[in-house]
């Protein structure tokens, strides 16, 4: 095969590699491009066919549509749940986690963005953070020249226009300023704290950060620039109320408790209404720095603040389950479990395991792969595993689909990268509909996945142990796209595009045509 290393770059951002020689993609790109503003997908017309027919007899027995439920962990790593290798033999049992997987779908290659932001405004827009210009936290002394939000169409606005009660509980991180709240940008109801974890605690903790908590000029500084550290409780078109303050570290420890038995008493008042309801549950929890919670015993085998963290999360996702069972809605209910990204290595040992190489902050595996658990009794059959590539961005088609919003209602001017994977979810042996992964770092093309191939153009390499984001370096690859079969090496340690692999030229020319999209459709410059 030729050399690969023509290169082509698409508003000065993209870095895409086009092979010299050509491959024909047909036999191997199985996707088909409905529209020209939606990802190409892999036509399954019959498992369509047959999750549209399950659906609709749902609909009519329950006489509403369905409920969604989603339930979002904060940098828990791929291999923390004990079914996904993790759990008892790492030091913190997940009995409600591996509950969950055992009833349900399963999924090996389930995947996020490499970081927190991102990948929670990619699930609510069902477009990549480099369209909606949402590609890292907006940090203190940031200041941005749009609103991202605007023009955007919010999966929990299309709901709440379709009948839905939507409601956001927890972490939030896409924006603390009037206009880019949860309850702005279409949620009814939000409950819980802007930013991360860290950001809180920080201000909080003497041992961890004396130079700045013991420190009264430098705190007096650091008051004018924080985030918000409140308890916040917001309504659309109403008011928003400051709640409780987070004053100390056993506050923190503590939110996850709060914000749990918040998600349980709406579950069990919607339940009793006549909407159904859209609730994203995000927890605070694993994000470093963890606190345990000084009300509860410890609860993991391993006691290290980490694994404490996850054994809470567990706790409350057993609990959230047994409130949709108590309620009597769990057979007309949508769960889906996840994490935003992979483990934040950076705060070890206060963070989660990946059997894959790199972390959060990275486009290798261990960065955007993450956990992702499909349940739904009656409607998703108990014990199903699939390694069908899905991105979290799909949970947005899956939302339309069941909510009944037509993609009609999706602007013609603007790219959407979700695929509506409903039947890949919900029929038995039904196939994924996604043929490609695409791994961004910020406004940088990083990647691309198909089938069981990985072709790197760019690469995040850590100069140090665990320092994926403080001590790491963006780099070319050099001369040809570092090629990856992820089946026979899932690590990422071995490229075999020149040795063992046709396809190199393939994977290039789906970059190719990725990187085109934002020629006809320019992403949105907020000025991060």
Known sequence: ??????????????????????????GFDRSVRAAPNFEPAIPRDEQDKAAEAKIAALTQKTGKRPNILWIVVD????????????????GAATPNMDKLAAGGLKLTSCYSQHTCTPTRSAILTGRLPVRTGLTRPILAGDTITKN?????????????????????????????????????????????????????SQSKDERRYPDLVM???????????????????GFKGGETKQLTQIKTTEDMGRADKVLADFTISKIKEAAKGEKPFF?????????????????????????????????????????????????????NTFVFFTSDNGPQMDGWPDSGYTPFRGAKGTTFEGGPRIPGIAYWPGMISPGRQSD????????????????????????????YDFID?????????????????????????MACRMKEYKAHIKVVLPQ????????????????????????????????????????????????KQHGATFKKFPAKNIGL
């Open 1 to 26: 095969m030729k050399s690969l290393i023509a290169r082509t770059f698409i508003q000065g951002a993209l870095a895409v590699v086009v092979g010299s020689a050509h491959l024909s993609a047909e």
């Open 75 to 90: 940098d828990m790593g791929y291999g923390d749940p004990g079914c996904y290798g993790g759990g008892a033999a790492i």
């Open 148 to 200: 991202p939000w605007d023009g955007e169409h919010s999966l929990a606005a299309l709901l709440s226009e379709a009948g839905y009660y939507t409601l956001l509980t927890g972490k939030w991180h896409i924006g603390e300023p009037k206009g880019m709240r949860p309850h702005d940008v279409g949620f009814d109801e939000y409950y819980g704290y802007y930013p991360a974890q860290k950001e809180i």
């Open 215 to 233: 420190n009264p000029e430098r705190m007096k500084d650091f008051e004018s620039i924080k985030p918000e550290d409140h308890l916040t409780h």
């Open 279 to 331: 609730i994203e549950h995000c927890f605070m929890k694993v994000h470093c720095d963890n606190f345990p919670n000084p009300d509860l015993a410890p609860l993991s085998a391993a006691r290290y603040y980490y694994k404490e963290a996850i054994a809470e999360v567990d706790l409350h996702v057993g609990e959230l389950i047994k409130a949709l069972e108590e309620a009597g809605v769990a057979e």
């Open 388 to 415: 069908g590539l899905f991105d979290l961005m799909d949970l947005f088609g899956v939302a339309l689909n069941l909510g009944a919003v037509s993609t009609d209602k999706l602007p013609s001017d603007k790219y």
């Open 421 to 445: 994977q409903t039947s890949f979810l919900l029929i038995d042996d039904a196939e994924s509909k996604r043929e490609a992964i695409y791994y961004w770092w910020g406004s940088t093309l």
């Open 464 to 511: 140090s142990t665990h320092m994926h984001i403080d001590f790491a370096t963006i780099q070319d690859v050099g001369l040809a796209p570092w090629l990856y079969n992820l089946y026979i090496d899932p690590k990422e340690q071995m490229p075999v595009g020149h040795r063992r692999n046709a396809w190199l030229a393939t994977l290039g020319q789906k970059l």
